[in-house]
């Protein structure tokens, strides 16, 4: 009987003991995964490019590009689209590479170090969007520059820098356009936020690579 009570009280506890160590496993789980959601939120900044928003983003003069070649450390290289579009890379010289998509940057290399090395494989990342870029100035609490990869509104852009400060002229905001066909002279188109919050989607126009918005 002794034996059968200490034999219960053992495995009572062990399955008490169980449930504890489950219960801190999935406490340290939550916590890592919280931990991990919070770092990559925070590596966002203005001017990275997110991978999932690349895939069919059109490469251009000053964008960052990572260019990695499995097993080869030599080939693998961080480079700058120059103003003519092309990279110098390894074995390959100048490489043309502006219009592009990074994955068709990837298989037209694969194939040309193909008379170089045997099977290579070269993953292409873009590490940095410049050749499209707009720009928010003033108050605004997160000034700069940002990748322009899709349709964005002045509205939009505002969200993205922080939203406007308190001291802010809301009726005074100017978007700054650069002139088509190398013209002289900025375009210059005002942009009332508070008509714009009202319902006056007109003024919320989409802007274009180069656009600056102006918050006095």
Same mark, same amino acid.
């Given at each position: =009987?002794?034996? %059968? ?29 919280? /931990? ?5 939120? *925070? ?10 928003? /690349?895939?069919?983003?059109?490469? &251009? ?20 689209? &120059? ?16 219009? =592009? /998509? ?7 290399? /694969? ?18 969007? %410049? ?11 997160? @000034? &700069?520059?940002? @990748? ?23 009726? *005074? ?12 002279? =900025? ?11 009202? &319902? ?17």
């Amino acid at each position: =009987m002794q034996l %059968r009570v200490l034999f219960v009280f053992v495995l009572s506890a062990g399955f008490s003991l169980a449930a504890l160590v489950a219960s801190a496993q999935d406490a340290a789980a939550g916590k890592s995964g919280l /931990t991990a959601k919070s770092a990559s939120v *925070a590596s966002s900044a203005p001017g990275l490019a997110p991978p999932e928003a /690349t895939s069919q983003f059109l490469l &251009g003069p000053a964008d960052v590009l990572r260019i990695n070649v499995w097993k080869s450390l030599e080939l693998s290289q961080t480079v700058t689209v &120059g103003p003519d579009g092309f990279v110098s890379l390894p074995l390959l010289g100048d490489v043309h590479v502006a219009g =592009m /998509t990074a994955n068709q940057l990837g298989q037209i290399l /694969t194939k040309q170090l193909g008379s170089y090395i045997v099977s290579p494989q070269v993953t292409v990342s873009v590490i940095e969007i %410049r050749s499209r870029q707009v720009y928010v100035l003033g108050q605004v609490n997160k @000034p &700069g520059g940002y @990748p322009l990869i899709g349709p964005v509104t002045v509205l939009q852009l505002i969200a993205e820098a922080g939203g406007l400060n308190t001291y802010a002229n809301r009726k *005074a905001i100017v978007i700054l356009r650069p002139p088509k066909d190398n013209k002289d002279g =900025m375009e210059k188109i005002n942009f009332n936020y508070n008509s714009v919050i009202h &319902g006056n989607s007109k003024q919320n126009i989409q802007l274009q690579p180069g656009d600056t918005v102006v918050v006095p």
